[in-house]
């Protein structure tokens, strides 16, 4: 059984720079796709970013070229470095896992996720 804890979460400045990190337990990390999700009061859960199982990634049009995901294989972790980070990031973060998937798909497992928030 998987289990999947944020961190790096807090409280930021418009054009501030935060890293999330996602440690991940079991032994299914290095050959499963990883995301992350995120969900801000009122407003659906939207796909950030995912990396798959052989490290390309894909990133949702709002965030491209302002933030990057990467994975530690040997650590089990992945990573979410958001910099030139706008009001509208704000919301809590959630790592996800597709366990042996190449491609995240559908996430089978869920962090608890991490609060970021960007003051204007």
């Known amino acids: 059984q998987v289990q999947l804890v944020e961190s790096g979460g807090g409280l930021v400045q418009a054009g501030g720079s935060l890293r999330l990190s996602c440690a991940a337990s079991g032994r299914m990390f290095s050959i499963s796709a990883m995301g992350w999700y995120r969900q801000a009061p009122g407003k659906e859960r939207e796909l950030v970013a995912h990396i798959s199982s052989g490290g390309s990634t894909y990133y949702a049009d709002s965030v491209k070229g302002r933030f990057t995901c990467s994975r530690d294989n040997a650590k089990n972790t992945l990573y979410l470095q958001m910099n030139s980070l706008k009001p509208e990031d704000t919301a809590m973060y959630y790592c996800?896992?597709?366990?042996?998937?190449?491609?995240?798909?559908?996430?089978?497992?869920w962090g608890q996720g991490t609060q970021v928030t960007v003051s204007s």
């Open positions: 996800a896992q597709a366990s042996g998937k190449r491609y995240l798909t559908r996430p089978d497992y």
